[in-house]
């Protein structure tokens, strides 16, 4: 793996970018790691709910070549922002919300390229779990052409949670599923609205799919059964733009 200029490495570095209120996406540890700053910097990581992976030395070493100390992390290129301050933010701005839960997605160019179609269809936020899911990268900038810096984005400890809280603010949770009859063309987007899309080899969770309050599938035609995430999306997103549009 080669080294990303959005790495810290070494216990002070990562200390020092922890009370300088850095974001960091992820934190590798390596396992059995002791002594006096280890133990200064774990409430550090605490208190910043940064998700940590412990791992072998063999990991570190592949992430950095450089005297890691034991520790390895990645700097988000933006700030996340807090996912109830935004969901109480839109709903009293007077726009008509429209949310985009990722459900563990994995693959940094999906996300780029879902962010970038985001921005242009005028999507309120996006919300992502904290474990289990692709992070910024350098890789989601580039792809997002900058449309990373231009759409808020959230990370929450458990999507039903988020599902239930968005439902209580009166934002109808739609799931983008082939498990259902339902075409997304019978969706009315003009409600305040949440679209969920799955991870790229399983879709969304049945967790999730338990508490949403609709089921949507694209129509499919050839004998591929499915779309890349990020165009699946794509298709969603302007079908919602499409519905406003008609409905202001």
């Known amino acids: 793996m080669q080294e990303q200029e959005n790495q810290i490495y070494g216990l002070r570095a990562l200390m020092e970018a922890l009370n300088a209120g850095k974001t960091i996406?992820?934190?590798?540890?390596?396992?059995?790691?002791?002594?006096?700053?280890?133990?200064?910097?774990?409430?550090?990581?605490?208190?910043?709910?940064?998700?940590?992976?412990?791992?072998?030395v063999e990991?570190?070493?592949?992430?950095?070549?450089?005297?890691?100390?034991?520790v390895v992390a990645n700097l988000s290129p933006v700030d996340y922002y807090n996912f109830e301050d935004l969901?109480?933010?839109v709903t009293e701005s007077g726009q008509?919300?429209?949310?985009?839960?990722?459900?563990?997605?994995?693959?940094?160019?999906?996300?780029?390229?879902?962010?970038?179609?985001?921005?242009?269809?005028?999507v309120s936020g996006i919300i992502i779990p904290k474990r289990g899911s692709v992070s910024i990268t350098a890789d989601?900038?580039?792809?997002?052409?900058?449309?990373?810096?231009?759409?808020?984005?959230?990370?929450?400890?458990?999507?039903?949670?988020?599902?239930?809280?968005?439902?209580?603010?009166?934002?109808?949770?739609?799931?983008?599923t082939e498990k259902t009859n339902q075409l997304l063309y019978d969706e009315d987007f003009t409600l305040p609205t949440a679209i969920v899309m799955g991870a790229e080899d399983v879709g969304v969770s049945a967790a999730v799919l338990k508490v949403v309050d609709g089921k949507a599938k694209l129509p499919m035609v050839g004998e591929i059964s499915s779309l890349n995430v990020s165009v699946?999306?794509?298709?969603?997103l302007y079908e919602?733009?499409?519905?406003?549009?008609?409905?202001?």
């Open 87 to 89: 969901v109480i933010s």
């Open 96 to 122: 008509r919300p429209l949310f985009l839960i990722l459900d563990h997605l994995s693959d940094v160019r999906n996300f780029g390229a879902i962010i970038r179609t985001a921005e242009c269809t005028g």
């Open 232 to 236: 699946a999306c794509g298709v969603f």
């Open 59 to 70: 990991k570190l070493n592949r992430l950095t070549k450089k005297n890691h100390q034991g």
């Open 140 to 176: 989601t900038v580039k792809t997002s052409a900058g449309a990373v810096f231009r759409v808020p984005i959230c990370k929450v400890d458990n999507l039903v949670d988020a599902v239930y809280y968005l439902q209580g603010s009166g934002i109808r949770v739609v799931a983008a």
């Open 25 to 56: 996406d992820k934190v590798f540890l390596q396992k059995g790691l002791r002594g006096d700053l280890f133990k200064e910097l774990l409430p550090l990581l605490q208190k910043a709910e940064v998700p940590i992976s412990y791992v072998p």
């Open 240 to 248: 919602v733009l499409h519905q406003r549009l008609a409905r202001p």
